[in-house]
Nanobody, 117 residues
Framework: VQLVESGGGLVQPGGSLRLSCAASGSIDSIGEMSWYRQVPGKEREMVATISSNGMTNYAPSVKGRFTISRDNAKNTVYLKMNSLEPEDTAVYYC????????????WGQGTQVTVSS
């Protein structure tokens, strides 16, 4: 199983980006999918989660600016980021609980998001 992120890059403050994370492999089912982020010297922090039936949860720092969604047919989770701030600069990681044929947790390789003028 692989989780492959895409969509990171450099954006100006106030701008937007959309991250994607696609799961591939012999997957029976995907449970909760999440986005985390990490900056050097700090612990990885949860940004947003979405359950298999679409219930979402956000970190207070991104609530109202970021939107997590998923396409179960494509085994893909998205993170739409609006009103980006320099403090959002980090490596963003995808995380998922995948059943194949038992539940295991997987991480993507990360994608860099840099918010700077």
């Amino acid at each position: 199983v692989q989780l492959v992120e895409s969509g990171g890059g450099l954006v100006q403050p106030g701008g937007s980006l959309r991250l994607s994370c696609a799961a591939s492999g012999s997957i029976d089912s995907i449970g909760e999918m999440s986005w985390y982020r990490q900056v050097p010297g700090k612990e990885r922090e949860m940004v947003a989660t979405i359950s298999s039936n679409g219930m979402t949860n956000y970190a207070p720092s991104v609530k109202g600016r970021f939107t997590i969604s998923r396409d179960n047919a494509k085994n893909t989770v998205y993170l739409k980021m609006n009103s980006l701030e320099p403090e959002d600069t980090a490596v963003y990681y995808c995380n998922a609980d995948i059943f194949l044929p038992r539940w295991s947790n997987y991480w993507g390789q990360g994608t860099q998001v840099t918010v700077s003028s």
